[in-house]
């Protein structure tokens, strides 16, 4: 594959929007273009569909956000229930932004989940949103012992924890904890649960 094969840089365009508006129209298209690819497959999955929510929608979006892509989603037909909404994490003064979306996104039927770089950062999100599952992009340096306290937080809260790298320590950690651990495959989905 080259560099030229590895597909829209989505990301990139919605830094660079012009307007709050078109900001929100392609966030919103592209999410809706993932769940119909993940949904349309020869065989339907049944494993939650993680879309991520561009940081620049926590100020952009209009008071009933949720509500326009419930719409689409379910004039397409596609199953709402197993959609979750990765929303990004904030700065201590921008929690009730965060709140206010995940709240809106609520109410219309979606479970949330917050993206966060380290497993250190798990408690600031438990400690002022309602979520539903956490995405940590790296377990990189985190030991056992720190895993387990975080994890049995999660565990009590019965909040998802979503990750990319399988490590001992998170083994460990999980079986400890009791925690619902979920281990991102290649194919870039939800894979299975780690054994407790």
């Excluded at 560099?3 to 660079?16: I, K, M, N, Q, R």
């Excluded at 119909?36 to 020869?42: K, T």
């Excluded at 975080?150 to 079986?175: C, G, Q, S």
Aim: with cysteine.
């Amino acid at each position: 594959m080259t560099e030229a094969d590895c597909g829209l840089p989505v990301w990139t365009y919605l830094d660079g929007a012009a307007s709050d508006d078109e900001s929100v129209a392609l966030d919103r298209l592209c999410r809706t273009l993932h769940a119909i690819n993940f949904f349309r497959g020869e065989e339907p999955d049944t494993r939650p569909l993680h879309l991520n929510v561009h940081d620049r929608l926590l100020s952009a979006v209009s008071s009933n956000h949720g509500m326009a892509f419930r719409r689409i989603l379910d004039s397409l037909g596609l199953p709402l229930g197993q959609i979750v909404l990765q929303l990004p994490a904030v700065n201590a003064r921008q929690n009730w932004m965060l709140n206010y979306v995940a709240d809106n996104y609520r109410r219309n039927g979606f479970r949330i989940s917050v993206k966060v770089a380290t497993a250190v950062q798990l408690p600031s999100v438990f400690g002022h949103a309602r979520v539903d599952a956490v995405r940590i992009a790296s377990l990189h340096g985190t030991g056992t012992a720190e895993l387990t306290h975080v994890l049995a937080r999660a565990a009590a809260l019965n909040v998802e924890i979503l990750v990319k790298d399988d490590t001992p320590a998170l083994r460990e950690a999980a079986a400890r904890s009791g925690a619902r651990v979920l281990v991102q495959d290649n194919a870039r989905r939800a894979g299975d649960r780690l054994a407790a």
